[in-house]
């Protein structure tokens, strides 16, 4: 079970917390092992529009292993960051960046990369915030590499959104890291949200790209091949699943994505190719083997078609995170 804590303080801006939640809340009702709270200083606050939230938690005072921590941001930082309530949630988050290796993530929506920052979670961090307040996220936090042209970053454990709609860009990432890959893909087609934006974003998830189009055959094909990317699909096969036929979908497939299916199927092999030489560390021919490929040479070749490097570097590469602010599985 992973505990994931939303903290939010007078004035929260409301789509910084509802957006990323709700995300959070249909994996959760799509079977992921997420436990969500909302917490802060108070337990009852009014929203940037007016709207009250009520029965929200205290901040706890020890959290579980491998939660999350996600900061909201509020509609205006200058004045309500200059509350007794937000001074209560720097310190709580001090406290916590100082706990032994929990494996704890922490990370923020819009402004709240600003109470991160008071904190010390952003210290030699990269990390990014609304666009309007990069200048004074870098004044707070000297030592971090602030970007402007992201909509998120994530260093670690420690992850950074521009805010507003971008938290669920954020919380689209988090459940492919937590959970799964396709829960994340049938996260974002129920909140008919298919790409991640930004041209100059890192984290763009095969799992998620090509998916920004409304047309239902498409669709089913789509999940059909990530549900099982390992799979010998076939044509036929997957035009029965989308029920058209298959000079139909290798068609529409075209116009709908802009590449074609197989090119879709091997970039989705190679995502999950790269998770289990990094997570695993598993020899070539296994991976090979678990992702669809008839030999690890034909790993190696499609490999050179969408990655730098080769497998076995990528496998040599395994990043070795700090025990107490990067926790196995943090990208």
């Known amino acids: 079970m992973v505990h994931v804590y939303f903290v939010i303080t007078p004035g929260v801006l409301l789509l910084d917390y509802a957006g990323p939640a709700e995300a959070f809340r249909m994996a959760q009702d799509m079977g992921a092992a997420f436990a969500l709270h909302a917490c802060g200083p108070q337990s009852r606050v009014q929203s940037s529009l007016g709207t009250v939230l009520d029965g929200l938690e205290p901040l706890p005072d020890l959290v579980p292993r491998d939660s999350v921590v996600l900061v909201t941001g509020n509609r205006d930082a200058a004045q309500d960051y200059a509350s007794v309530d937000a001074l209560t949630v720097v310190v ?7 706990l032994p290796a929990t494996g704890l993530r922490a990370g923020s929506i819009c402004s709240g990369a600003l109470l991160l920052a008071q904190a010390g979670w952003l210290d030699g961090r990269h990390c990014t915030t609304h ?14 590499v602030v970007h402007a042209d992201r909509i998120f970053v994530v260093d670690g454990a420690v992850m950074t959104s521009a805010g507003v709609s971008t938290g669920i860009d954020l919380a689209l ?5 937590l959970a799964t890959p396709e829960l994340a893909a049938r996260v974002a087609r129920q909140l008919v949200l298919y790409q991640r934006r930004g041209t100059h974003e890192p984290q763009t998830s095969p ?6 189009h409304m047309h239902p055959a498409v669709h089913r094909a789509q999940d059909a091949v990530t549900g099982a990317p390992q799979r010998s699909w076939t044509l036929s096969e997957l035009a029965h699943v989308a029920c058209v036929s298959p000079r139909h979908l290798s ?18 092999r190679i995502a999950h190719a790269k998770v289990l030489l990094a997570q695993q560390g598993w020899p070539v021919e296994r991976v090979a083997e678990a992702c669809g490929f008839g030999s690890a040479r ?7 078609q969408y990655e ?19 926790p196995s599985g943090a990208t």
């Open 92 to 98: 709580w988050l001090r406290q916590l960046l100082a």
């Open 131 to 144: 666009h309007s307040l990069i200048a004074d996220l870098q004044a707070l936090a000297p030592r971090a």
């Open 173 to 177: 990432h988090l459940i492919e890291q």
């Open 207 to 212: 799992w998620l790209a090509h998916r920004n």
């Open 251 to 268: 068609r529409l497939f075209a116009q709908h994505t802009g590449i074609s299916l197989v090119t879709y199927q091997q970039q989705l």
């Open 298 to 304: 034909d790993l190696r070749r499609v490999w050179r």
């Open 308 to 326: 730098s490097g080769s497998p076995a570097n990528a496998r040599a590469g395994r990043a070795v995170h700090n025990p107490r602010a990067e």
